[in-house]
Structure formats: C-alpha cells, structure tokens
C-alpha cells in the first residue's frame, strides 16, 4: 500500500485529491495538512511513501516545507499547483527536492479532468518510496561512457533494411526526450556543460499547457544557458535549448524548426519519436539522441531510427533516473546507457570536446 500525504490549503481541494488518489488501486491518503508546518510534522510522525504539495500556503509556504522535509525526513514530492503565477515556483520546487510538477486538474473539460487525475495518480505510484538520498548519486564504478558508435538495434526493429551505418566524427545536433523527473535532469546537465556547448539542443519535455514559459524562465535562470521556446520555421543555434511547446510537435525539416498539430504519437504530443525520426531525415549520422527519465516508452520508434542511420543515443541509467521507463526502452532498442553525472562528458565527446 502506497501511503501519501495531501498538503494544499484549500480544504475543497485536498478533498478532491483524496479522491483522485484514493482511487488508486493500492493508494492510500494517511493524512492532510493545509500548510508547510503540518506537512513537516505530518511528514516526520507517519513517515508517507509520497507527498503532495501546493507551493502557495499560508504560514510555512510549500518551499520553505520542502527545503525542510528534505532535510529531516526525505519523501518523494509531486508538486500540484496552479498554472500561471505558481508555475515558476512550481519549478523552483525542483531545486528544493521535489520530483515532479504537475497542474491542478480543473473541472470544467471532464475529459481533461481525468486525464490530470490519472497524471497524478502515476506520478504518485512513480515515485513512491525512491531513495532520495541516492537516487542522483554519481556512479564511481567506472569512467564515463561515450559511446563511439551506437550499439545496433534489433533487425526487426529497424525501419527499413540497410546496409550498417557508420557513426559520424562529430554530431551536429542533439535531440533529448524526457518525462517524469527531465526537468532536474536537465537542469543538472545544463549547468554542467560550458556556455559555450557548440550544438543546438532540441527538447521534447512532456509538460503541461501554461507550464512551458515558466519551465524556459526557470532553466535558463538556474543554468545560464540560452533557453527558449522553438519558434517554427528558426534554425537551430548553437549553445541553444530550444523547447517544445506543450501540445505542439516539434521536428527538424531542411534543417529548420517545425512545429506543427498533428496527432498525438503513442498519446504523447510533443513526442520524442516524432523528434528522432526527424534528426534522422535530415541529419543523419550528424544527430544525436539523450532519453532521460520518464514514464513510458516514448521515443523508443524515434532510438532505432536515429541508430539505424549511424546516429549515437544516450540514455540516463537507471541508479539516476526517477523513472525508468522511457529510458529503459531506449536501451533496449540499443542506445547506451549513461548516469547523469556522466552526460555532460558524454556530450561534450559527441560534439568533439574534451570535458574540462
């Protein structure tokens, strides 16, 4: 039994997450707190499996219980908050300790009601019971992998025959694909890398509408780097993040940036796959593919495209992710798998730089 504990200083909305959780096979709310001082001592007397938590409270707001929770008695947090003005600090939550960000469903579309209800209640049994305190720990076993060549992908998996493809000296631009925990993954890779990194960077981060801009503002604050929503028809600039938008594909075509509406892929729209199959058109063996952790299996179609043009692809390694899902897949369709730490190095080889 998942046990978690609800903090949010709206009586009717601790309500209606009780029942979004609870509704949860093998889920259980233990206890509400309506703000930061009776979450830390609910926290401490009933030791949860999962949290979660507002960031706007009366009192000790959700930061400041965070940072606390964390010092006394690490738990998983799923931050649940409103769009717009909380968004920022939503994410500001991420460098507190929280795992993952989500929006307050809202009544008015049933469907989509449901659907952030369902959001929640996997992000909870996601991330219940991980060990925080080592879950980012950089593995000392061995020296960082890069990877030379990409490991071959299955032949069945291939999406079309050819002859093996050679991997390029140097790639020219990465594709990244992320779910559940990718927004601190990333932040931590950026901050590792040099300002000026030499490649462009196309993210597909599964995030929420009016999460996006706040997601950009807060990983450009806290990295330094050049970070900001694609605009369709730009080309990719090196040292540049550029984003997808929520619900917006976003591809390379003539080597451009192509946002478009089309289905989702798999559920999932913007779509690591619809990314890498792209890199892979246009890009060939000069792509790159980074899976960090998230649910699922999005971008796995995409991994073997991109491996069976001669393209490398990354994947963060299990000690380190939140969730293996998404990278899981990504290995075994024959991409390398890479602890967090040892990305940034990875990177920098790929783009034919030594790490500093």
Same mark, same amino acid.
């Given at each position: ?16 997450? @009780?029942?979004? &959780? ?9 206890? %509400?707190?309506?703000?930061?001082? %009776? ?55 991420l460098h507190a300790g929280a795992v993952e960000v989500l929006p307050k469903p809202r009544g008015e579309d049933p469907r989509r009601f449901q659907r952030e209800a369902e959001e929640i209640r996997q992000a909870v049994r996601a991330v219940a019971g991980l060990t925080?305190?080592?879950?980012? @720990? @950089? ?48 932040? @931590?890779? +950026? ?37 900001? &929503? ?14 997808? /938008? ?10 451009? +940036? ?11 729209? /913007? ?78 080889? +790929? ?6």
């Amino acid at each position: 039994m998942i046990r978690c504990l609800v903090v949010d200083d709206s009586r009717t909305f601790r309500a209606v997450l @009780r029942g979004i &959780l609870e509704a949860a096979p093998g889920v259980e709310v233990v206890a %509400e707190a309506s703000d930061g001082d %009776e979450a830390l001592a609910a926290a401490v007397k009933l030791r949860p499996d999962a949290i979660t938590m507002d960031v706007r409270m009366p009192r000790r707001d959700g930061l400041a219980a965070l940072r606390e929770i964390m010092r006394v008695v690490p738990t998983p947090v799923v931050v649940v908050s409103a769009a717009g003005e909380d968004a920022l600090v939503s994410f500001e939550a991420l460098h507190a300790g929280a795992v993952e960000v989500l929006p307050k469903p809202r009544g008015e579309d049933p469907r989509r009601f449901q659907r952030e209800a369902e959001e929640i209640r996997q992000a909870v049994r996601a991330v219940a019971g991980l060990t925080l305190a080592t879950r980012h @720990r @950089r593995s000392t076993a061995r020296p960082p992998v890069v990877p030379a060549a990409p490991a071959p992908a299955p032949a069945r998996a291939r999406p079309t025959p050819q002859a093996p493809a050679q991997a390029a000296a140097r790639a020219e631009i990465v594709g990244i694909a992320s779910s559940t925990g990718g927004p601190a993954a990333l932040e @931590r890779i +950026l901050a590792a890398l040099p300002r000026d990194f030499p490649l462009p960077l196309l993210v597909v981060q599964h995030i929420h509408s009016g999460f996006e801009t706040a997601f950009v503002r807060w990983l450009a604050s806290s990295t330094g780097f050049r970070v900001r &929503l694609a605009v369709h028809g730009e080309r990719p600039e090196p040292g540049t993040v550029h984003v997808a /938008p929520a619900d917006r594909h976003l591809r390379s075509s003539g080597r451009r +940036l192509v946002l478009d509406d089309g289905p989702p892929l798999r559920c999932f729209r /913007p779509s690591g796959t619809h990314l890498f199959d792209s890199l892979a058109r246009d890009y060939g063996n000069a792509a790159a593919g980074l899976v960090l952790t998230g649910m699922g299996e999005d971008g796995a179609p995409g991994v073997r495209a991109l491996l069976g043009v001669g393209a490398p692809v990354l994947a963060q390694g299990p000690a380190t992710s939140v969730v293996y899902g998404m990278p899981r897949v990504a290995v075994e369709s024959g991409a390398t798998s890479v602890e967090l730490d040892d990305i940034p190095a990875a990177l920098l080889a +790929l783009a034919g730089r030594a790490s500093r």
